[in-house]
């Protein structure tokens, strides 16, 4: 059974940083791909960040390009993502997941609790 489990979200000022991890299980997790991903209220859950099995190759959104950096630790079993420079509207609880197809970001079918990102202007 797939377990994930986000935290490290919080409340920050406009410009700040943040880090989230996530443990997961349930997977051999350095078999597959991980990405985070976010909802924002009122909105459809969306991808942020992804990383590949080994950690060789990361893509991002562009709306977060330049600001996160997603990194795997896969002894750990932890995916993490750091965030800088944050904006109002990054706003959002933030997920992670196993990525099911790495071409098409596909995540895998059941979600964590997510983590509470939230970025006062």
């Known amino acids: 059974q797939v377990q994930l489990v986000e935290s490290g979200g919080g409340l920050v000022q406009a410009g700040g940083s943040l880090r989230l991890s996530c443990a997961a299980s349930?997977?051999?997790?350095?078999?597959?791909?991980m990405g985070w991903f976010r909802q924002a209220p009122g909105k459809e859950r969306e991808f942020v960040a992804a990383?590949?099995?080994?950690?060789?190759?990361?893509y991002y959104a562009e709306s977060v390009k330049g600001r996160f950096t997603i990194s795997r630790d896969n002894a750990k079993n932890t995916v993490s993502l750091q965030m800088n420079g944050l904006k109002p509207e990054d706003t959002a609880v933030y997920y992670c997941?196993?990525?099911?197809?790495?071409?098409?970001?596909?995540?895998?079918?059941?979600w964590g609790r997510g983590t509470q990102v939230t970025v006062s202007s």
């Open positions: 349930g997977r051999t997790f350095r078999n597959y791909p």
């Open positions: 990383i590949s099995w080994t950690g060789g190759r990361t």
């Open positions: 997941n196993f990525l099911n197809d790495w071409s098409t970001k596909e995540p895998y079918g059941s």
